[in-house]
């Protein structure tokens, strides 16, 4: 069975902390992604990367940075967390297709993270 | 504001009843997904309908796309209380752009 799993599904940190969260796929894909939901305002795509060593920066990346050393495993960074960055944070994979093609997605159970 | 947009918001329905949402987008596409959201999870796919099909079947879902409109429904026939989730519609490639979905909620 495919599976995105999320290195915690709640997480509390403070203010002004570096906050690290993880994301592994089992299912070989190219592209990672890293979105933020917030009620009322659905998925915002955060950072996403197509391949190793390879990032590009979605529609809200201010406050955040990613790092992908290998295929299997995407990261977000809060470099410092802060109030407005209490959110439930979505990791999602997919194989690549033909230009123009979009393939599923396949998403992580969530993480909410709540900073205080 | 968003590419795909879903209408209702919400929606209460009985048990057995057909559930029936709606998306807007505003550029062309090459393809539309509905995906579903159990209450503070991951989601997960539904169903993908290409732009140049009209209709398409899955179980119980059926999906149509007017690219004319730029509109997409998914309707849930015969519903159950399972069926209770978050319902999204998404597009474009990479940057993939989900709306704010409809909540639906099966009574039993």
């Keep these: ?37 917030d ?50 944070y979505l990791c999602a994979s997919s194989s690549s297709g033909l230009a123009g093609v979009y393939n599923e997605q396949f998403f992580g159970p969530g993480t909410r993270l709540t900073v205080l | ?17 057909n559930a029936t ?7 062309s596409i090459n393809n539309l997904q509905w995906y579903r959201q159990n209450s503070g999870r991951g989601l997960v796919h539904l169903i993908l309908i290409r732009s140049n099909e009209r209709e398409k079947h899955s179980g119980r879902l059926r ?17 159950r209380a399972a069926d209770t989730a978050s319902y999204f519609c998404a597009t474009g490639g990479f940057k993939t752009i989900f709306g704010a979905g409809t909540r639906l909620f099966v009574k039993a």
């Design chain 1, 39 to 88: 009620p009322g305002l659905g998925l915002r795509l955060i950072y996403f990367s197509y391949d190793v060593k390879m990032k590009e920066k979605g529609d809200i990346p201010e406050g955040y940075s990613v790092s992908r050393e290998k295929k299997e495993r995407f990261s977000l960074i809060l470099e410092s967390a802060s109030t407005n960055q209490t959110s439930m």
């Design chain 2, 63 to 79: 999906v149509t796309l007017d690219t004319s409109k730029k509109s997409s429904s998914l309707l849930i026939t015969a519903s």
């Design chain 2, 21 to 27: 949402m709606n998306c807007s987008y505003k550029t």
């Design chain 1, 1 to 37: 069975d495919v599976k995105v799993t999320q290195s915690s599904r709640y997480l509390v940190k403070r203010t002004g902390e570096k906050v690290f969260l993880e994301c592994v796929q089992d299912m070989d894909h190219e592209n990672m992604f890293w979105y933020r939901q």
């Design chain 2, 1 to 17: 504001s968003q590419q795909g947009e879903e209408d209702p918001q919400a929606l209460s329905i009985q048990e057995g009843e």
